[in-house]
């Protein structure tokens, strides 16, 4: 496992350390390797700075703001259509229909429950634009190669806007690799934005072992007041 970090997010060195320390504990053979980007103008070139560790093998992408929980692992699901098909898989959501300005939207044909193929992505389409109210989340299985669509994206786009995860699967559409969307259905909290941060700590509050009983019964006593 890969964690990229700007050099002055120190903190995450912190919690890395915490990781490692749980892995040894339960005898995991999980290594986790922190990895520093001094240069940051958009996720891709994040992404970038692992392709030297990564190489030529396929690879599960998360961005740590989009928080996903269910009783099916949204990784594990991504990975098995992956190995099915060895074609990038995207996790997406149904989002409200006038909404779709806020996300990157797809067009897809429904090939099996909860599993779709991707015709056309979309960058925040107006309501009236938008093909469906599929979005995408930031999860991804990629193959073996897309770093190659990830510099080609840089090097068109990089002057004009911020270069993201929907330009290089849109540069793979164009050059006739198929894609495909996997439906998540269950909770999803963007924690990236205060409001989304704080849903999800109640959540994962509640579902805590020792302390879920109690952070219930401090919430009915807060609506109380």
């Known amino acids: 496992v890969y964690i990229v970090h700007r050099p002055d997010q120190t903190a995450i060195l912190d919690y890395i350390d915490y990781l490692k320390h749980v892995l040894r504990q339960e005898k995991s053979k999980v290594v986790i390797h922190p990895v520093v980007a001094p240069y940051t103008k958009s996720s891709i070139d994040s992404v970038l700075y692992t392709e030297k560790f990564i190489k030529k093998e396929p690879f599960l992408l998360c961005f740590g703001d989009d928080l996903m929980d269910d009783d099916i692992s949204p990784s594990r699901a991504l990975i098995e259509i992956f190995h099915t098909h060895q074609k990038p898989v995207i996790a997406m959501q149904r989002v409200p229909k006038d909404k779709t300005n806020l996300y990157g939207i797809y067009r897809t044909q429904k090939i099996g429950p909860d599993l779709f193929k991707i015709t056309e992505l979309l960058e ?36 004009k806007k911020e270069v993201s995860i929907v330009d290089v699967l849109d540069l793979c559409l164009k050059d006739g690799k198929d ?47």
């Open 124 to 159: 925040k389409p107006a309501p009236d634009k938008a093909p469906s109210n599929l979005a995408g989340i930031g999860r991804y299985v990629l193959p073996a190669g897309i770093f190659d669509y990830f510099r080609i994206a840089k090097k068109n786009l990089d002057d």
């Open 179 to 225: 894609t495909y969307g996997w439906l998540f259905k269950g909770k999803y909290f963007d924690g990236g934005s205060h409001l989304g941060l704080l849903k999800a700590q109640v959540h994962y509050a509640l579902k805590h072992p020792l302390f879920g009983k109690e952070v219930q019964k401090f919430l009915r006593d807060a609506r109380r007041n």
